[in-house]
């Protein structure tokens, strides 16, 4: 089976973590795992099979997240993600929304330990790459140490050695995804717990994680760490990543030499019939302690709205950048 280092990943956000946004994110960082947004099982058999599973060769290494909770159809989807090319496929057992709960995928799933078993178990058996787990702590009304590490054991022995534990429980009613991601507290010293009761498993850090001096204090107890908002709102974070956390030589990169590299992807986004903004969304995180930032943001999140010349206001921005 193929070995994936998550030792510092992206984690999978809908509507953010697109392949434009990870193709982004991938220049500044070549080590960082990155993560697909979720896509639904049903969204793969009968929606637009390629266009979910698109991504550019240089985001490697990569995983595609799955949404679902019948394992024939997830065994069928993982099965796509392998032939696809994707390194890793990881199972939703977190999202709190309303919507996928009523279709039976994300944290309500905590509730159901064989049933998300069952899943990974037909999902292992059908494909040659790593099948993970993204989990919380508990659900409202499942909520016990006792009960996650029956979830952790139950799904372990069918097969899942890697697990990804967002450190908050899920409030399954009354609370939306954004509160449910603020409101109920990070309990760190009951995802470190595992680590202990667990030792043969490989457990990765998700949840308010900001700096990557936390990173290196939790990589003291964790196998790896995952950054969701934080690497999103400040993806120049990224750019010590690889030395800081992997050891490698420091890159001589600036952030205008990056979003010069970014151009000739803009330029073929643009001629493919694709939008400026598509990708210049995802870069306005970069604009972050420096003169001209307000500036540089307005630019890519509203002047290139309004233009017929996108790629003159893109370079507008990176003489902002630059201080010209």
């Known amino acids: ?17 697109t392949y434009e946004c990870r193709y982004f994110l991938r220049l500044i960082s070549k080590r960082a795992l990155l993560y697909t947004e979720m896509v639904t099982t049903g969204a793969l058999i009968y929606g637009d099979r390629a266009r979910f599973l698109q991504y550019d060769q240089s985001e490697h290494p990569l995983a595609l997240q799955l949404g679902g ?38 944290a309500c799933l905590m509730g159901h330990p064989q049933l998300v078993a069952d899943c990974v178990k037909q999902m292992q058996d059908a494909v040659q790459i790593p099948v993970t787990v993204k989990h919380r702590i508990g659900i409202n009304g499942r909520d016990s140490y006792a009960e996650l590490c029956d979830f952790i054991g139950t799904v372990s022995e069918a097969g899942c ?20 991601r603020d409101i109920p507290p990070l309990r760190y ?19 308010g994680i900001k700096t990557l001096e936390e990173c290196s204090e939790h990589l003291k107890t964790f196998a790896g760490v995952m950054l969701g908002r934080e690497a999103y709102h400040n993806p ?89």
């Open 189 to 207: 010293d009951i995802a470190a717990q595992l680590t202990t009761d667990f030792p043969d498993l490989e457990f990765i850090l998700n949840g």
């Open 161 to 180: 050695n890697s697990f990804t534990v967002h450190a908050r429980i899920a409030i399954l009613e009354g609370l939306s995804p954004k509160e449910n």
């Open 1 to 17: 089976m193929n070995t994936v280092n998550r030792r510092f990943s992206v984690a999978p956000m809908m509507d953010w973590t």
């Open 236 to 324: 120049w974070l990224l750019s010590e990543v690889d030395h800081q956390l992997f050891g490698d030589p420091q890159r001589d990169i600036t952030r205008t030499s990056i979003l010069e590299q970014l151009r000739p992807y803009l330029v073929k986004h643009i001629a493919q019939g694709g939008k400026a903004p598509h990708v210049t969304r995802h870069i306005l995180g970069i604009a972050q302690g420096f003169q001209g930032a307000r500036r540089f943001r307005q630019l890519l999140s509203a002047d290139i709205y309004k233009t017929d010349d996108p790629l003159r206001v893109y370079d507008q921005a990176i003489a902002v950048l630059e201080g010209r």
């Open 69 to 106: 909770s019948n394992a024939a159809d997830l065994a069928t989807c993982a099965k796509m993600a392998e032939a696809a090319g994707y390194d890793e496929v990881n199972l939703n057992v977190g999202c709190p929304s309303d919507r996928v709960q009523n279709n039976m995928i994300g």
